[in-house]
């Protein structure tokens, strides 16, 4: 069984070889999104069942686990790679800020210079399975993917947003891969048919307060717009304005993900695990802001709201010299900002998973 897509890039898309430089399609980057919507889709409660059921499908190194059952495959199509993400975004607040780290200066003042595949670039992408169910898993984790996240550095960000052209076959399992929406209220029917199927195939759980997932998420349609750049740059700017106005809530504002740097007073909120021990140095984002595009020049700004889980509390560490001193203040995370986020937004339409 095989699934073949002839795509295209509607947003700059960071994706880059080994070197973390050189721009390279990477089959490894796509199935680890896969991966990734997967679990998010599956939503269980159970780790270990969660990652057994995991590498039956794609794969795993633990002692076990065996080679995948999918394989992803990408072709460069007609590529065109741009040096500085500037050159496309001008002067638009909205794009400045959602893609700030790919062309601001580092703490020593060394500029990030990243290439990025430009808009309008194209490449065909393919999955192969002999195995009736991984197929299916795997469709649909593709689907969202695409249709729900982009791929590469800023992808939760606007970055790396994809339109299917084509699709051979079109109907996999009942899920359409080609977005013919015209209006809002299209894309809503377009996107909760193929979304029951989606949650169908990944055989979905009532939900898990573990990890991040789909389960009772939101998904905000705006109005379509006749440029990738227009739609992403009204969202972007309507997060900036909004979080602006919240900088001094500074033990509210890491819903959005962490770390939160406050280089004035040389302080960062991270996520903790407990009172003493750090989680990690970084928790990803729970808000996807993405482009999807319709039938002919329509562009559709998109909001998603995921279902954070996983973390609960946040810890204030403050700098001493090169390193992070452990937190002298831990706090209870809170999502009630990201409700006041979505009433600001004043969506067209609103998605309840």
């Known amino acids: 069984m095989e699934l073949k897509l002839k795509c295209k890039t509607i947003t700059p898309m960071f994706m880059a070889g080994a070197d973390g430089k050189t721009p390279e399609l990477r089959s490894s980057e796509f199935k680890g999104m896969m991966r990734w919507w997967w679990r998010a889709i599956k939503a269980d409660d159970d780790i270990g069942k969660l990652r057994k059921e995991e590498a039956e499908i794609f794969g795993g ?28 975004i001008n002067d638009d607040p909205g794009l400045k800020y959602l893609y700030y780290s790919t062309f601001s200066l580092r703490a020593r003042g060394e500029p990030i210079i990243r290439k990025y595949y430009k808009p309008e670039s194209s490449f065909s992408l393919e999955i192969v399975s002999f195995d009736y169910y991984s197929f299916g898993k795997a469709s649909a984790a593709l689907w969202a993917s695409i249709y729900l996240g982009g791929f590469g550095t800023r992808a939760r960000r606007g970055g790396g947003n994809l339109a299917v052209e084509s699709a051979e076959p079109n109907n996999i399992k009942g899920i359409e891969f080609y977005c013919n929406a015209t209006s809002v209220d299209e894309l809503e029917i377009w996107l909760k048919e193929n979304l029951k199927i989606v949650i169908q195939l990944c055989n979905a759980n009532v939900g898990s307060l573990q990890y991040t997932t789909l389960k009772n998420g939101k998904i905000l349609l ?113 999502f009630k900002i990201l409700s006041s986020f979505r009433d600001y937004l004043k969506p067209t339409k609103e998605l309840t998973l």
Do not use: C
Request: aromatic share 10%; proline share 6%; no cysteine.
């Open 222 to 334: 705006f109005k379509p717009l006749r440029s990738w750049r227009d739609a992403l740059n009204v969202i972007g700017e309507r997060f900036k304005n909004f979080r602006n106005n919240k900088e001094e809530e500074i033990f509210e504002t890491p819903a959005f993900g962490m770390p939160v740097m406050h280089n004035r007073f040389s302080t960062r909120l991270v996520p903790y695990e407990n009172r003493h021990e750090r989680l990690s140095d970084r928790w990803a984002s729970p808000v996807i802001f993405k482009v999807i595009k319709g039938k002919g020049e329509n562009y559709f700004p998109v909001v998603i709201f995921l279902n954070p889980g996983g973390v609960n509390l946040i810890g204030r560490e403050e700098r001493v010299g090169n390193d992070w001193d452990n937190a002298k203040e831990i706090q209870k995370i809170t």
């Open 61 to 88: 190194t633990g002692e076990g686990e065996g080679k995948s059952k999918v394989r992803v495959i990408v072709k460069p199509g007609s590529i065109d790679i741009g040096n500085d993400v500037r050159e496309v």
